[in-house]
């Protein structure tokens, strides 16, 4: 009994496609257009301490980055701030995910502290807002309840869009807009999942010598809805 033969599968290459973290990478939306205006507008900041929360997947390590490199901050872990806040000076800091983990809640008051004495800025982002993060010491809380905030919501359907689009162009890829809708519609509402889903595709099509479909999208949102993301489509 004959077999027909199989299509060839071509290895794809890791050539190393990261997201890019700059302003000119940023897609800005409804839903974080107000957290862009505040980086854009530094240092003319409401205040010393500067709080972005939103949900995971929200870009709010994105839009750090982008205020890192323009400000020069150095960034610092939110369980080791005391070892490094005598060395601050007026250095502009950076705390990304503020509440995840074990918060060095001294470093931080001293930080703050030193920040403000300074005529610096801090930005610190998180997913909850800082009476979600248990802190115990009062001083601390009553000088992050003077932080200014900014809330980031949920990517929105244009936000999404964008995001997918681009990230298909920085690799080259021509995608037809049915397919990114497509895409819009069935993905996690997650910055995080849509990188990953561009690249699970863009390394299933040139493993199967094919073009980006919607038939191929639907196939690898399928893996991803089982709990495949993490393995080759």
């Known amino acids: 009994m004959s077999r027909e033969p199989q299509k060839p599968r071509q290895l794809p290459l890791d050539l190393g496609h990261s997201p890019g973290f700059s302003r000119d990478d940023l897609v800005v939306s409804a839903a974080n257009a107000q957290a862009a205006s505040l980086i854009d507008r530094w240092p003319a900041w409401p205040a010393p301490v500067v ?12 839009l750090a980055a982008i205020w890192r490199e323009h400000a020069g901050a150095v960034e610092l872990s939110a369980s080791d701030i005391s070892t490094h806040v005598g060395d601050i000076g007026a250095t ?20 703050i502290n030193t920040v403000r004495g300074a005529g610096s800025h801090l930005l610190l982002t998180a997913r909850s807002f800082p009476a979600a ?17 900014v809330e980031i919501e949920e990517p929105d359907d244009l936000l999404l869009a964008g995001v997918i689009t681009k990230l298909f162009a920085d690799r080259q890829v021509e995608v037809d807009p049915h397919v990114v809708q ?7 509402r997650s910055l995080s999942t849509a990188i990953r889903v ?28 089982a709990g495949q993301g993490e393995l080759e489509v």
Request: overall charge negative.
């Open 51 to 62: 709080l972005l929360a939103g949900p995971a997947g929200s870009g709010k390590t994105h």
């Open 92 to 111: 502009p800091v950076l705390i990304d995910d503020a509440d995840q983990g074990w918060l060095d809640q001294d470093g931080l008051f001293h930080l």
């Open 133 to 149: 993060w248990g802190v115990t010491l009062p001083d601390l809380a009553s000088r992050l309840k003077a932080a200014a905030t």
């Open 182 to 188: 497509f895409l819009v519609r069935r993905i996690e």
């Open 198 to 225: 561009v690249d699970r595709l863009d390394r299933a099509a040139l493993e199967q010598k094919t073009r980006i479909t919607r038939t191929l999208a639907a196939e690898t949102v399928g893996a991803f809805d």
